[in-house]
């Protein structure tokens, strides 16, 4: 394996840095000074939709999807240092239209979608004019276990009907969001990974109410939103079926292997930035008459986070590299293992970061306790640690087998 960077990611590289100092950073607090004025959920930041022009215009748009000729180019070793450094920063990665979950949604209408769900879905997605979401999870089962989803998709002559309940239905707040990707049941007599499909369902179908907007620890991420929705009689075209009836499990798993590492990736450069603000803030105060860089338990945390980091970053660049070159299926532990790895590398260095700013790090005037709050999040979607766990030591037990 080799993780040197080619001259393309270099370059990349520079130009992400310099708009992310010019662009990104300085107008952090105007985003969310222009969410504060109006109703969070009813009008975009008009300083996102700037930001993302100028991301167009300078060349740094659509840098996901690997092999495929909607994007970039790049692999997903290449990606990986970008994407980090996107993740420094809550509101860059839709700046550069690079936001889950509308990357692992492009990526399903990729791969799956028809040419007709392309020119509907895709290509304003691919634009940027509108935003989607992921209906999978459910509130009255266990949705760690996909396998668990008992929202109905039940043909109908030329029309499948859903009914169901999801939530935290991530981006579905946000105004611009016309389209959902919903997985649930159409053949409960079927195996088991065959019951299931997914359905392309506009949100303004008669039949769907979002119910509300579920907060994570009290951060509502407007816009963007997480929700509770609800599918009633919801009757959309035959054609809108993805792939196939009972592809649903598949699709999910081929969907959740970029989307997992990409949130790994961004989580890298959370950890980062969370390491570059504590280095910063212990040396510029004093405490008991020395520098808190001079305390032997903050260098500690310095030196610990800095392993921490340079290690998960390396696996995260292995599961990469394996995904280009053997596949995501070949990939899947080293997948697992660093969704299980990153965010608590990354919540370990935060919550460190925020002792040593004190209580200013508990607030909103510094990015901390919003970027732990977020990654918190991470050990959960996309499959909790536990159920990563379980896979990683089946794979292993599986060799001695």
Request: hydrophobic share 40%; charged share 25%; proline share 5%.
């Amino acid at each position: 394996m080799n993780f040197n960077h080619t001259d393309k990611v270099k370059e990349y590289q520079a130009r992400l840095t310099e708009f992310m100092d010019e662009y990104v950073y300085p107008n952090e607090k105007l985003y969310k000074e222009q969410i504060d004025k109006h109703d969070p959920f009813s009008k975009v930041p008009p300083i996102m939709e700037e930001l993302k022009v100028k991301a167009k215009e300078k060349g740094l748009w659509n840098l996901f999807l690997p092999e495929s000729e909607y994007g970039e180019g790049l692999t997903n070793l290449e990606y990986a240092p970008l994407c980090e450094i996107m993740g420094r920063s809550s509101i860059a990665p839709e700046v550069f239209n690079c936001a889950a979950p509308d990357t692992g949604n492009m990526e399903v209408l990729v791969r799956y979608g028809t040419e007709e769900h392309k020119e509907q879905w895709l290509k304003p997605l691919l634009d940027g004019e509108i935003r989607s979401c992921f209906s999978m999870t459910e509130p009255d089962v266990a949705s760690s276990d996909a396998t668990n989803i008992q929202a109905s998709i039940v043909r109908d002559g030329d029309e499948y009907i859903i009914n169901g309940t999801k939530w935290w239905s991530s981006g579905a707040g946000d105004p611009r969001c016309k389209i959902a990707i919903v997985m649930g049941k159409n053949d409960p007599e079927a195996p088991k990974h065959e019951q299931q499909s997914m359905i392309l369902v506009p949100l303004d179908t008669p039949g769907v109410t979002i119910k509300r907007i579920l907060p994570v620890f009290g951060y509502d991420h407007a816009p963007h939103g997480h929700a509770e929705i609800e599918y009633k009689n919801v009757r959309v075209p035959a054609s809108n079926m993805l792939w196939g009836e009972g592809k649903g499990f598949a699709i999910a798993q081929g969907r959740l292997g970029p989307g997992r590492i990409h949130h790994c990736m961004r989580t890298i450069g959370a950890a980062e930035r969370a390491l570059e603000e504590m280095s910063k803030r212990v040396l510029q105060r004093t405490a008991f008459g020395k520098k808190l860089a001079d305390q032997g338990v903050i260098q500690e945390w310095i030196a610990e986070a800095r392993i921490d980091i340079e290690q998960a970053r390396l696996l995260t660049l292995k599961a990469a590299f394996m995904m280009d070159t053997v596949g995501n299926k070949e990939a899947k532990a080293e997948i697992a293992m660093i969704k299980v790895v990153a965010p608590n590398m990354a919540l370990k260095i935060i919550d460190r970061a925020i002792q040593a700013f004190g209580a200013a790090g508990v607030s909103d005037d510094f990015t901390l306790a919003a970027a732990w709050a977020n990654i918190r999040t991470l050990r959960l979607a996309d499959g909790p640690d536990e159920v990563h766990k379980r896979a990683i030591a089946r794979y292993e037990l599986k060799k001695y087998l």
